[in-house]
Nanobody, 122 residues
Framework: QVQLVESGGGLVQPGGSLRLSCSASGSIFSIYTMGWYRQAPGKERELVATVTSGGSTDYADSVKGRFTISRDNARNTVYLQMNSLKPEDTAVYYC????????????????WGQGTQVTVSS
């Protein structure tokens, strides 16, 4: 079974840092773009950052200069280093990856992790 498993969330004070990790497992042939999204209470899910298989990155304006996305292709893992955290960064963070997998048949689809809570509060 193909899955994405996130870790690294928690409670941090404003100005602090956290590092999220997301690892893909299962019958994976290729992983294309990987990314992080977040959803705050009462709000829609929004894009935080993405990284292509070649390493090109893109960020939401609200996190530019504070967050860094990276990936380790050998480990099928994507990271999100979050610095200078603000209360408005509080949300459930979801990992996303577009992958070519074998799941009863070969297919290329987006997959989501279960989410990890990040709370920024004093």
């Amino acid at each position: 079974q193909v899955q994405l498993v996130e870790s690294g969330g928690g409670l941090v004070q404003p100005g602090g840092s956290l590092r999220l990790s997301c690892s893909a497992s299962g019958s994976i042939f290729s992983i294309y773009t990987m990314g992080w999204y977040r959803q705050a209470p009462g709000k829609e899910r929004e894009l935080v950052a993405t990284v292509t298989s070649g390493g090109s990155t893109d960020y939401a304006d609200s996190v530019k200069g504070r967050f860094t996305i990276s990936r380790d292709n050998a480990r099928n893992t994507v990271y999100l280093q979050m610095n200078s955290l603000k209360p408005e960064d509080t949300a459930v963070y979801y990992c996303n990856a577009r992958m070519r997998v074998y799941d009863s048949t070969w297919k290329t689809d987006p997959y989501w992790g279960q989410g990890t809570q990040v709370t920024v509060s004093s």
